[in-house]
């Protein structure tokens, strides 16, 4: 189980799974942010990671899918 001091941000989540996973992945230039002329894949959810309480970030659901700029649940 991981300390208090070993845990990361929701921010640091985001980051680590968006823009680092492209950049791992070599893909930065069309994956990892909301940028024009970058490929349109992302969800939305049913609440801000970034703001809410900790205890409440495992009940936050995927709204809506969007893969290739297309609507897809």
Do not use: C, N, W
């Amino acid at each position: 189980m991981l300390s208090p001091e070993q845990a990361i941000t929701p921010a640091e989540a985001l980051r680590t799974y968006t823009i680092f996973g492209a950049h791992s992945g070599f893909d930065e230039k069309t994956k990892g942010s909301i940028e024009e002329g970058k490929v349109a894949d992302l969800i939305i959810v049913s609440d801000d990671p970034l703001t809410v309480v900790a205890d409440q970030l495992k009940d936050i659901k995927v709204v809506t899918t969007i893969v290739d700029g297309k609507i897809v649940k």
